[in-house]
């Protein structure tokens, strides 16, 4: 059973717009959660990350957003590059149990230029 | 340079033949795991150790083994490969707590 879900396979964005990408989880233990960009041929590399007891946190470019009640959380790219292109993971995890992440399906995003 | 490395890259095998898939991190984690990605399924966690000599099994273990003999390195091995086993696989290392780091990936297919 799919824990934390990406309901959206993939994602087309006009350079210089806003990417929404969207994450849902079903677990209340979870309270960290991260967002990996993952390129064809690379490891997945990390890209911004939330604890619970935040609901927003930004980096440069970069923001996510965490809504605990409706267990949703969203990474907000604004503008938007053709570099950006990429698949995006978003993961979650209880860390009361150590550094066990469980992953979404992933939303691969296309910045046209 | 800090990193994850895995090998091999590429693999292709036969039903039955046993393999190894090394990993290796030099950045003294005490936290590996062992992910496989498939299309439509994302990230799946395989096995992971929390230290030396600690192994626990993640979501999908079956058919899949590991060892934590040392703190850099965590093999899985694959003692009877099976067609339904050919995937992307991913070693990953972190602290207990915070992001993790992953190797380029590993790319295993069983005929």
């Known amino acids: 059973d799919q824990q934390v879900k990406q309901n959206s396979p993939s994602l087309s964005v006009q350079e210089g717009r806003i990417s929404i990408l969207n994450c849902d989880y079903t677990?209340?233990?979870?309270?960290?959660f991260l967002w990996y960009k993952k390129y064809p041929a690379e490891g997945p590399t990390f890209l911004i990350s939330i604890s619970s007891i935040k609901d927003k946190n930004e980096d440069g470019r970069f923001t996510v957003f965490l809504n605990k009640s409706a267990k949703h959380l969203s990474l907000h790219i604004v503008p938007s590059q053709p570099g950006d292109s990429a698949v995006y993971f978003c993961?979650?995890?209880?860390?009361?149990?150590?550094?066990?992440?469980?992953f979404g399906t992933g939303t691969s995003l296309t910045v046209i230029p | 340079e800090a990193q994850v490395t895995q090998n091999p890259r590429y693999l292709i095998t036969v039903t039955g033949k046993k393999l190894t898939v090394t990993c290796s991190q030099n950045?003294?984690?005490?936290?590996m795991s062992w992910y496989r990605q498939d299309p439509g399924l994302g990230l799946r966690q395989i096995y992971y150790s929390m230290n030396v000599e600690v192994t626990d099994k993640g979501d999908v273990p079956e058919g899949y083994k590991v060892s934590r003999k040392e703190k850099r390195n965590f093999p899985l091995i694959l003692e009877s490969p099976s067609p339904n086993q050919t995937s992307l696989y991913f070693c990953?290392?972190?602290?207990?707590?915070?992001?993790?780091?992953f190797g380029e990936g590993s790319r295993l297919t069983v005929l």
């Open positions: 993961a979650a995890s209880p860390t009361n149990t150590g550094n066990q992440f469980y």
């Open positions: 990953a290392s972190g602290w207990r707590t915070g992001e993790l780091f």
């Open positions: 950045m003294n984690h005490e936290y």
């Open positions: 677990n209340s233990m979870f309270d960290y």
